[in-house]
C-alpha cells in the first residue's frame, strides 16, 4: 500500500509541475505554428524602424509584442541597434532577429 501511496503521490506531484512550467511561446515559435505570419513579423519590424517609440506590435492572433523590450533582451541587436554605424539592413535584421526570438503577451 505504502508504494501505491508513493506512487499516486509522484504523480500528482508531476502533473502540478508540469500545469505550472507552461512554457511561454516565442513569436519564431507561433511563426513556426502559423499563428503569426511573416508579414505581421515585417510589419512589427517596419514599424519599429519608422518610430522607435511605436506602441507594442498586435497580432492577428491576440499576441502584442512589445518591440524596444525584445531589443532590450536581446544583447546584440541592443549594441548594434544603439550604434549609428550600422547599415540599415542590419538594422533591419537585427529588429526582425529581436522580434522573433521574443516573447508576446496574448491579448
Known amino acids: 500500500m505504502s508504494q ?3 506512487l499516486l503521490a509522484w504523480f500528482i506531484g508531476k502533473r502540478i509541475v508540469s500545469i ?11 511563426r513556426r ?4 505570419t511573416d ?18 506590435f498586435a497580432f492577428k492572433s491576440g499576441h502584442t509584442i512589445d518591440v524596444a523590450k ?3 533582451m536581446h544583447p546584440q541587436a541592443k549594441k548594434l541597434l544603439a550604434d ?5 539592413g542590419l538594422r533591419r535584421t537585427m529588429v526582425k532577429t529581436a522580434i522573433v526570438m521574443g516573447f508576446p503577451v496574448q491579448g
Open 39 to 56: 508579414e505581421e513579423i515585417e510589419a512589427a519590424t517596419a514599424a519599429y524602424l519608422k518610430e522607435e517609440g511605436a506602441s507594442p
Open 33 to 36: 505554428k502559423s499563428e503569426v
Open 20 to 30: 505550472m512550467t507552461k512554457e511561454i511561446p516565442s513569436i519564431g515559435d507561433l
Open 84 to 88: 549609428e554605424a550600422t547599415t540599415p
Open 4 to 6: 501505491v501511496r508513493c
Open 70 to 72: 525584445a531589443i532590450e
